[in-house]
Structures are given as C-alpha cells and as structure tokens.
C-alpha cells in the first residue's frame, strides 16, 4: 500500500510560481510511475503531468507545457511540480497520483493511488 500527501498549494498572483511536492510512503516508490491532476470547481479531474520510475519520461498536458516541470527524488520518495507563469486558469485542487508500474499516461485509470489533493489559488 502507498500513501500520497500533497503540499506546497497556496494563494498566488498571475505570473508567480509555487512548487507543489509529493510525500510517498511505501518502499516500492521508486519503481512506480507517478502523475499531476487537478480539478477546477465544478470541473472533471485532468492530467497535467506525468514521469517514469526513473525520471528519464515526462510529458504534460498542452495546456501547461512548457510552464509546469514534473521532477522526481527517489531516494525521497517524493514527486515535484514545480508551476511557473501561473494564471487564473490554473487554479485548482492538485492531485498526486502513483501507478503499480513504472510508465503511465493520461488516463486516471491507469493510477492506483491517490492523495487527499492541495488547493492551489491564482489571482489576476
């Protein structure tokens, strides 16, 4: 079993940048894959992010490329998202989530372990 707490949201202006992290517990960390998601109120959960075992794959939902960096820390059992150029948009309850493999994609399906999430505010 593994546990996922979330940390690092917060109330922020357009244009800043928060880095979210992910506490996992369990030995096997560093063998699954592990993603992002958010849900905006009154809005479906999507994918923003996600990287391999090793931290040799990422990609990202386009929506967020380029701004959001996915980074992991195996020996800390932890999986980052570090947020730049944050807009409005962004705003949301941000997700951890861990895959019993070491690849996933975008399908909340394909994870088996989920945090409690992290509010993460942008302001214009």
């Known amino acids: 079993q593994v546990q996922l707490v979330e940390s690092g949201g917060g109330l922020v202006q357009a244009g800043g940048s928060l880095r979210l992290s992910c506490a996992a517990s369990?030995?096997?960390?560093?063998?699954?894959?592990m993603g992002w998601f958010r849900q905006a109120p009154g809005k479906e959960r999507v994918f923003v992010a996600a990287?391999?075992?090793?931290?040799?794959?990422?990609y990202y939902a386009d929506s967020v490329k380029g701004r959001f960096t996915i980074s992991r820390d195996n020996a800390k059992n932890t999986v980052y998202l570090q947020m730049n150029s944050l807009k409005p948009e962004d705003t949301a309850v941000y997700y951890c989530?861990?895959?019993?493999?070491?690849?996933?994609?975008?399908?909340?399906?394909?994870?088996?372990?989920w945090g409690q999430g992290t509010q993460v505010t942008v302001s214009s």
């Open positions: 369990g030995r096997t960390f560093s063998r699954y894959a």
């Open positions: 990287i391999s075992w090793s931290g040799g794959i990422t």
């Open positions: 989530a861990g895959a019993s493999v070491g690849y996933s994609g975008m399908g909340m399906n394909e994870y088996d372990y």
